[in-house]
């Protein structure tokens, strides 16, 4: 089974760049790439996937390792609404199945 | 309207009711889920059906049992449960036909079993 191995946790002043990685080496070639974040008391919340090229959208950036080994989740201005813990997902056997990572709990500064 | 409705938002059991746990969505999606989570922990799947038949079922105990009356809905059966049973119960929708399709989550049910 693919697995995805995460920091425990992180640390970010507001308004300053954050990287959150996420290690996938057994991923295989038709598995997505997906971060969700997650709020205490809520469900998992969609963030941005992808599949081989870096991905852009209004929340976040996704960069992903020209091996497909790794993947960065890039938040470009860390506000105090985006602590939250962040899950590293592979959606595997051709996107019915979404396999969490243990997550990385972030926590923003003012 | 990207939603998933999941009720009750709360509920107590005791270790010999009959509860279930219901969710809803008219996004026309085919594919939906059932996830456990533990507190401190990530969700854990633990069944998955398609186009309303259930295609995967991660070993989970029988005294769990999910039903799929039709596309809209999903259901939960919980009978006998232990306390260790207590967990947020989180229900999911895809749409299929694409592999890259997102999934989308419910705000989930807290189950407490006492």
């Known amino acids: 089974d693919a697995k995805t191995t995460q920091p425990n946790s992180m640390e970010s002043n507001e308004e300053e760049p954050v990287h959150l990685p996420c290690n996938h080496s057994t991923i295989s070639g038709t598995d997505y790439i997906h971060w969700y974040r997650q709020l205490p008391s809520q469900g998992p919340e969609y963030v941005i996937h992808?599949?081989?090229s870096n991905v852009n959208n209004r929340m976040a950036s996704l960069a992903i390792a020209e091996d497909r080994k790794s993947s960065t989740l890039i938040l470009h201005r860390a506000t105090l609404r985006d602590a939250a813990v962040y899950y590293c997902?592979?959606?595997?056997?051709?996107?019915?199945?979404?396999?969490f990572g243990p997550g990385t709990r972030l926590s923003v500064l003012p | 309207d990207t939603e998933v409705t999941q009720t009750p938002k709360h509920l107590v059991m005791g270790m010999t009711n009959k509860k279930s746990l219901k969710c809803e969505q008219h996004m026309g999606h085919r594919a939906m889920y059932w996830y456990k989570q533990k507190a401190k922990k990530p969700p854990e799947l633990m069944f998955v059906?398609?186009?309303?038949?259930?295609?995967i079922n991660e070993s989970v105990p029988s005294r769990f049992s999910p039903e799929c009356p039709n596309s809209s809905l999903l259901n939960l059966h919980l009978h006998a449960l232990q306390p260790e049973d207590s967990a947020l119960y989180l229900c999911?929708?895809?749409?299929?036909?694409?592999?890259?399709?997102?999934?989308?989550f419910g705000e989930g049910s807290w189950l407490t079993v006492v």
């Open positions: 999911a929708s895809r749409l299929t036909g694409v592999t890259g399709n997102t999934i989308y």
């Open positions: 059906y398609s186009y309303e038949k259930l295609s």
């Open positions: 997902i592979l959606s595997v056997n051709y996107g019915q199945n979404f396999v």
């Open positions: 992808g599949l081989t």
